[in-house]
C-alpha cells in the first residue's frame, strides 16, 4: 500500500511547506508520509473519530521522530483549523453514510488552489482465479457488513462523480490491484475476515460457524501455490494494513490548474 500512495502524493505535487490534513487518519501511517514529504516548514494534522488509534499514531510519529504532525479527535464531517493546502482521506468515504457531504467539507477546508485527495475501494473488483466459493463468500459477507454500517465497499468508481459533484475541478483517476500467486497478497483475505468476524456476526450477515468455515477455506486456498488471489482492501491500523489493497480508485483533484499559491511562491 505504501509505494502506492507515496506515488500518489508526489503524482499530486504534495511538496514542501504544504499544510495537509489526513481526514480519517486512523494509525497515521499517511499523515507521517505526508509529514516527510512536507519538511519542517510544512505541518500536518491528522483528524479521526477514535481516540485509541490516535495515541497509537502519536505514539509512532514520535518514535519516527516526527514533529511536524499532530493528531486530533474530529469529524469528518466538520473540518477546523483550514485552510489547508492538501486535504488526504484514504478508506474514509466508503465508511461514511454520506460521501458527498464528506467532500464538500473537506473542499470547503482547503485553499483555493489546494489539492484534495481520496483513495478508496472496489470490493466488487475482488477476483481469484481459479473460482473458489470460500473467497466469493468472504467478499460478499465484506460488501454486505459495510453496506449495514451505512457504508459502500465498492465506492471506488464513484469517486470521480462525487469529486465533481462537490464541485472541485480538474479531476483524475487511477486504479491499482495488486495479486499474488503467494505470501502476503494472499493471506489478506483470512487475515481480514478474521478481522472483521464480530462486525460480520453483529450485523447479523452471518453465524460465527460460517465465519471460521470461511476463514479455514481461504487458508486452504492460500496454501496452493497454483491459485491466485487479488489484495482486498482493508484499511485498519497495523502491519497487516499497510500491505493491503484491493482495488484504490486513486483521485486527485486540484480546485485550480497548477500548484497551490503556497507551492508557487516556494518554486516548487
Ligand atoms: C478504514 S480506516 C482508514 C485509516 C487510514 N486512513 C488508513 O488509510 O490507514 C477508517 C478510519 O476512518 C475513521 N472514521 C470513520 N468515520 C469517520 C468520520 N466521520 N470522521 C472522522 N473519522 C472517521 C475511523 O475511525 C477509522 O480510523
Redesign the pocket.
Given at each position: 500500500?505504501r509505494p502506492t500512495t507515496t506515488a500518489l502524493l508526489r503524482h499530486a505535487g504534495v511538496s514542501r511547506g504544504q499544510r495537509c490534513i489526513?481526514?480519517?487518519?486512523?494509525?497515521?501511517?499517511?499523515s507521517q508520509e505526508l509529514a516527510r514529504r512536507v519538511g519542517s516548514d510544512g505541518s500536518v494534522v491528522g483528524?479521526?473519530?477514535?481516540e485509541t488509534?490516535l495515541e497509537l499514531a502519536r505514539a509512532d510519529a514520535q518514535a519516527a521522530g516526527l514533529h511536524n504532525v499532530e493528531f486530533r479527535v474530529?469529524?469528518?464531517?466538520q473540518i477546523d483549523g483550514g485552510p489547508y493546502d492538501v486535504a488526504y482521506?484514504?478508506?474514509?468515504l466508503?465508511?461514511?453514510e454520506e460521501p458527498l457531504s464528506?467532500v464538500r467539507a473537506t473542499a470547503e477546508a482547503v485553499n483555493p488552489g489546494g489539492t484534495v485527495i481520496v483513495?478508496d475501494i472496489d470490493f466488487s473488483g475482488s477476483f481469484c482465479s481459479p473460482p473458489c466459493p470460500a473467497y466469493q463468500r468472504y467478499v460478499d459477507l465484506y460488501r454486505e457488513t459495510v453496506r449495514r454500517r451505512g457504508g459502500n465497499a465498492d465506492i471506488g468508481p464513484l469517486l470521480p462523480s462525487i469529486l465533481q459533484a462537490a464541485g472541485l475541478r480538474n479531476v483524475a483517476v487511477a486504479v491499482v490491484q495488486p495479486c499474488g500467486l503467494e505470501g502476503d497478497a494472499k493471506l489478506v483475505s483470512p487475515l481480514t475476515l478474521a478481522r472483521i468476524a464480530n462486525s460480520v456476526v453483529a450485523e447479523g450477515v452471518t453465524t460465527t460457524n460460517e465465519v471460521n468455515q470461511t476463514i479455514s477455506a481461504l487458508y486452504a486456498y492460500h496454501a496452493d501455490p497454483t491459485t491466485i488471489m487479488s489484495l482486498p482492501a482493508?484499511?485498519?491500523?497495523g502491519p497487516v494494513?499497510d500491505r493491503v489493497r484491493l482495488r484504490a480508485c486513486f483521485t486527485m483533484r486540484r480546485r485550480r490548474a497548477g500548484a497551490s499559491r503556497r507551492s508557487r511562491s516556494r518554486g516548487a
Open positions: 500500500m489526513d481526514i480519517g487518519c486512523g494509525g497515521g501511517h499517511v483528524v479521526d473519530l477514535d488509534v474530529g469529524k469528518a464531517q482521506a484514504r478508506f474514509l466508503s465508511h461514511v464528506v483513495e482493508w484499511c485498519k491500523p494494513a
